[in-house]
């Protein structure tokens, strides 16, 4: 089982020629409204590789949450860990896309600020040894770090994508097995701070391999269209990505980092999971969307055999 405890946001999307000015209006020329949060984002991803998924998560009392309800229908993802805060809007990202592909993004982090360490005490019954437990940096820091510390009580593997990369506890960071990160989050928490984002894949790898142990358990890296890096106490790895023509590259990080998180609760060696999660990414980049660009398990299995 993969427990993720995560955010869950509605992204509103307007697509217009340039940014509106203090006090200007101006005409989108389309609107979109989607699931996203990077916790919802990986539960579906993890679901859709083919591990059974508890989501715990808080949405607002408001009517935007049914976007992300509805979602989660769709998919055939269990809501039951998934509750609604009073008096909280349900987080949102309000998004303006100009004409240049130049993007502005408001969020209110609304019911996912309100998802306090209380939860992971109230729900800590549903973490059972062998589980991995998946979160993200869209909580609040001291949920995360009761939360590390549960998962590591129950005898459950914690995978700690630190996105964005907010301050938490070095102890809880130690707990992550993998800590996972793309190139800029890795150099706010000191590693690879000497490589710039154009450096071979190879010296990722051993920034990564530096880390372990000292910074986390273990830890992921992953480079865009250059795959990622991992390393263990067993050894690290370099992982090129599948040469993809990317149309739309939101959300493939969570894709990627969702897929990881399934292919390790079904016992996978960590360089295997994430030849699968490098797969899952690239497949992500493909279509445009967040979730709705995320392949199934065949897919991935099937890209990644190649
Ligand atoms: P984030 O979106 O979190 O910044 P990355 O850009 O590192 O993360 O991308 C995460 C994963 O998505 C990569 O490891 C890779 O598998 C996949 N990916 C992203 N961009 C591309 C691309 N242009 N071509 C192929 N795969 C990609």
Do not use: C
Not at 185 to 207: F, I, K, N, S, T
């Amino acid at each position: 089982v993969v427990v993720v405890f995560g955010s869950v946001n509605v992204d509103a999307t307007s697509y217009v020629r340039e940014f509106p000015r203090p006090g200007e209006t101006v005409h989108s020329s389309g609107f979109r409204v989607a699931l996203g949060g990077k916790g919802a984002n990986q539960a579906v991803a993890a679901h859709l590789s083919g591990a059974r998924v508890e989501l715990i998560a808080r949405v607002g009392d408001d009517a935007n949450a049914d976007v992300p309800m509805r979602t989660f229908a769709a998919f055939g993802l269990a809501t039951d860990g998934v509750a609604a805060v009073p008096g909280e809007p349900t987080g949102v990202a309000q998004i303006t896309v100009n004409g240049a592909g130049e993007n502005t993004i408001v969020v209110t982090a609304g019911a996912n600020a309100a998802f306090g360490a209380e939860v992971v005490e109230a729900e800590r019954e549903r973490i059972a040894r062998g589980d991995v437990v998946l979160t993200q940096g869209e909580l609040p820091t001291a949920t995360i770090e009761a939360l590390s510390v549960a998962a590591d009580a129950a005898g459950a593997r914690f995978v700690l994508n630190l996105a964005p990369p907010v301050p938490v506890a070095v102890g809880s960071i130690a707990l992550a097995d993998p800590l996972v990160l793309n190139v800029h989050e890795a150099r706010v928490v000191g590693l690879g701070v000497g490589l710039d984002d154009d450096a071979r894949p190879d010296a990722w790898r051993d920034a990564a391999a530096s880390a372990v142990g000292a910074l986390a358990r273990s830890v992921v890296v992953t480079l865009g269209a250059r795959g990622a890096v991992a390393a263990d106490r067993t050894g690290s790895w370099t992982v090129p990505a599948p040469d993809v023509r990317a149309v739309d590259t939101t959300g493939a990080g969570d894709a990627a980092t969702g897929t990881l998180a399934a292919m390790l609760a079904e016992g996978r060696p960590l360089p295997e999971a994430v030849r699968l999660a490098v797969a899952a990414g690239a497949l992500a980049v493909l279509r445009q969307g967040t979730v709705d660009s995320y392949a199934a398990r065949d897919a991935v299995l099937g890209l990644a055999e190649r």
